[in-house]
């Protein structure tokens, strides 16, 4: 049973310190996504990746969150400096795209991050 | 950009009544909507899903109408279960360059009461 992994799941940190956070996708999926959940604002979507390229980081903060993909099997997601408002759980998804149809994404079970 | 508004933000049911959940979205080049159960502390799982050609999809309690001319579509589940407690959470997806770029609604709290 192919499963989406994150690391690491719990991570506090102290503000102004630098966060990275890894996802591996399902093997065989060519898109990626990142989201972060907060009570407040629910699921955002921070960062698209399609065959590793990034077509959507438009829900992102520029100035200190940015997104790559390494190679097929790893995503990564940094945040620097890192600030009590980034405090969420951070999702990582991946799904197949074939033919330009529908496709599920299937969600990694989370990074709990929180700054103090 | 698509926009989805979800209703109720929580629903409290009694073991073996009906909910349901409602979504808006505005974009009209959406076409495909997906519905996805959150149990507490874990990770979003796909329930069902319909496609825009579609009006209605079934799979076993859990229902969802999808309503093009109105952009609604709602989740139906019946003879709820105290498992069904979660957070459901309803999506739209616009086709945006060959690839479908998801907006997820706010999320409906779904207690179910023994």
């Known amino acids: 049973d192919a499963r989406v992994t994150q690391t690491p799941r719990h991570k506090v940190t102290e503000m102004g310190q630098e966060v990275t956070m890894r996802c591996q996708p399902i093997?065989?999926?060519?898109?990626v996504f990142w989201y972060r959940q907060t009570m407040m604002q629910g699921l955002e979507l921070l960062a698209y990746f399609r065959n590793r390229a990034p077509l959507d980081d438009s829900g992102m903060p520029k100035d200190r969150f940015s997104a790559e993909m390494p190679d097929a099997t790893l995503a990564t997601l940094k945040i620097q400096p890192s600030e009590p408002r980034d405090s969420a759980v951070y999702f990582c998804?991946?799904?197949?795209?074939?033919?330009?149809?529908?496709?599920?994404?299937?969600f990694g079970p989370g990074t709990r991050l929180t700054v103090t | 950009g698509e926009n989805v508004e979800q209703h109720p933000s929580t629903l409290s049911v009694q073991e073996g009544d009906s909910a349901v959940i409602k979504c808006t979205y505005s974009?009209?080049?959406?076409?495909?909507f997906p519905w996805y159960k959150q149990e507490l502390g874990k990770r979003p799982q796909l329930i069902i899903d319909?496609?825009?050609?579609?009006g209605e999809k079934k799979d076993q309690r859990i229902a969802v109408t999808l309503n093009k001319t109105a952009k609604h579509f709602s989740l139906h589940i019946t003879e709820t279960q105290p498992e069904d407690s979660a957070v459901y959470f309803c999506a739209a997806r616009v086709p945006s360059g060959g690839s479908y770029i998801p907006t997820f609604g706010r999320g409906t709290s779904l207690i179910v009461h023994p």
């Open positions: 974009d009209s080049a959406s076409n495909y």
């Open positions: 093997l065989g999926h060519n898109t």
């Open positions: 319909i496609r825009s050609n579609v």
């Open positions: 998804a991946s799904g197949l795209v074939s033919g330009g149809g529908p496709y599920e994404q299937y």
